[in-house]
C-alpha cells in the first residue's frame, strides 16, 4: 500500500548551515517574515522531513500569533513577549529559520530572573478563524480589573494577596518599588488596627482605647 507520500523522509533533528543550530521536533524557533520590516514569526516545530536524498527540507510548524496578528488585536495587559499558541498549521522551507526560541509558560515566565530577546510566553491558544481564546478568561487584578501584565510592575497587600498597579493606587513606580509592606485601602483600615493593637500591647497598659483608635 501507498503510504501517503513515499518521497518524503522524516528526520530527527535538521542543522540550519546559516545559524548553525540543530532543529528537532518540538522546538520553538524564529521564521523569517516575508515582510523584512516585520518581527520574526514565533513558531513550533511538529514535524521534519526531506525528500528521499535528505534535501529539500521542510518543517510543519504551529505558529504561535503575536497580539498584534490577533483579530482582537494588543491589548493592554498583553506583554511584549507575549505570544498566542494557534490551531494554525503550515509547512516551511527549514532555510528560513533564523534562530531558536523558547516559549515560556506564563508562571515560568514571570520567574525569569532576565528575559532575553528569544524568551517569549504563552498563556493562551487561539483561534485563527474564530478569534477565540484558550482559555476564554483569566484572572484579573488590582482596581482596574485587569489580567496581568508580566511588563508591569505590582504591588501584592499582605492581607487580600490582589495585586495592583502603582498608578492605580496614586503611587509611583519608584515609592512601590521601595515599599516593604503594603496594605490595599480595602485591608488598611482592618490592618492598622492589628498593627495598632500589638503596639499598643506593648507600649500602653490601656489596650481598649488604643485599639480604637486609627493611625494616619
Ligand atoms: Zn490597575
Ligand atoms: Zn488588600
Redesign the pocket.
Known amino acids: 500500500m501507498a503510504k501517503g507520500r513515499p518521497n518524503r523522509r522524516i528526520l530527527d533533528s535538521y542543522t540550519v548551515k546559516s545559524i548553525n543550530k540543530t532543529i528537532r521536533a518540538g522546538d520553538c524557533v524564529l521564521m523569517r517574515a516575508s515582510d523584512s520590516s516585520k518581527p520574526s514569526y514565533v513558531a513550533r516545530v511538529e514535524k521534519i522531513e526531506s525528500d528521499t536524498r535528505g534535501s529539500n527540507v521542510k518543517v510543519h510548524v504551529r505558529w504561535y500569533y503575536r497580539p498584534e496578528e490577533s483579530i482582537g488585536g494588543r491589548r493592554q495587559f498583553h506583554g511584549s513577549k507575549e505570544v498566542f499558541l494557534s490551531d494554525h498549521h503550515d509547512i516551511q522551507s527549514a532555510d528560513t529559520i533564523e534562530g531558536k526560541c523558547t516559549v515560556h509558560s506564563f508562571k515560568n515566565y514571570t520567574k525569569l530572573d532576565a528575559v532575553g530577546n528569544d524568551d517569549f510566553f504563552c498563556r493562551f491558544e487561539y483561534n485563527s478563524s474564530t478569534g477565540a481564546f484558550n482559555p476564554d478568561r483569566v484572572a484579573v487584578y488590582c482596581k482596574c480589573e485587569m489580567p496581568y501584565n508580566p511588563d508591569d510592575l505590582m504591588v501584592q497587600?499582605e492581607?487580600?494577596n490582589?495585586w495592583f498597579h502603582p498608578n492605580c493606587i496614586d503611587m509611583s513606580i519608584e515609592e512601590a518599588k521601595r515599599l516593604e509592606h503594603f496594605?490595599?485601602a480595602?485591608?488598611s483600615s482592618g490592618d492598622q488596627k492589628k498593627l495598632n493593637s500589638s503596639h499598643a500591647l506593648t507600649r500602653h497598659s490601656d489596650v481598649k482605647v488604643d485599639t480604637k483608635r486609627r493611625r494616619r
Open positions: 497587600c492581607d487580600c490582589d496594605f490595599c480595602n485591608c
